[in-house]
């Protein structure tokens, strides 16, 4: 299902992909030389703005790495932004996650246990947990970046992947015309400013 994302932008629900690439083949000589002067040849950084976010309303995604994207093999790495007061679908799989809170205060609930975070905080999906994520603040998104090693679980047929609930497909009562925030602009140079302001105080102590 595609949507626009505001921008003029069409906006693949991730959900609904049914050409997902879960673990990538490797043919060739067995050395494998091809494959790794492949990977040799590619960028290092993936760059956030240029990463589109997925789904929604009420909580979007942002894929940095997954298999199809030739970079590896056993990580996939998102990042997932709540709407304000928005929640996940409510989901279990086999592999473990690990969610690094970056911004917002929300909860978990794990096989029925009710588990509350803020930034800073790590949350862990354990093994074969039947999970759901709520943003517990109805006026502030909050966002995470999520690190799991769900393609080597499918790899070693650990197949185990069911939705209870699906995606909220309305925004919250609170979000409004939300949309999930962007990176910082390119010409954001906190290195610049910091040497401006010490720059700044060093004129100061010499003044004085």
């Known amino acids: 299902m595609a949507s626009d994302n505001g921008n003029g932008q069409k906006r693949m629900d991730y959900g609904a992909q049914t050409d997902r690439v879960f673990v990538r083949g490797i043919q060739g000589e067995y050395n494998l030389s091809h494959e790794l ?5 590619l ?5 956030g703005r240029e990463t589109p976010f997925h789904s929604g309303p009420q909580q979007f995604s942002k894929h940095y790495m997954e298999p199809k994207d030739g970079l590896g093999q056993t990580l996939h790495i998102h990042l997932e932004e709540y709407s304000p007061g928005g929640s996940s679908q409510k989901h279990g799989h086999v592999n473990e996650a690990v969610f690094y809170i970056l911004d917002g205060e929300g909860a978990e609930v794990h096989d029925g246990i009710r588990y509350e975070w803020e930034a ?3 949350a862990i999906v354990h ?8 943003n517990r603040n109805p006026h502030k998104p909050a966002r995470a970046l999520v690190m799991k090693t769900k393609p080597m679980y499918l790899f070693m047929n650990m197949l185990f992947q069911k939705i209870v609930d699906k995606m909220p497909a309305q925004p919250t009562p609170t979000q409004g015309d939300f ?8 010409h954001y140079d906190h290195d610049h400013e910091h040497d401006h302001d010490h720059h700044h105080i060093h004129e100061h102590a010499h003044g004085d």
């Open 37 to 41: 002067k492949r990977l040799r040849s």
């Open 179 to 186: 949309v999930p925030r962007e990176d910082p602009p390119p």
């Open 120 to 122: 800073g905080d790590a």
């Open 127 to 134: 093994n074969n947990c039947v999970h759901q994520h709520f």
């Open 43 to 47: 960028p290092r950084v993936v760059k």
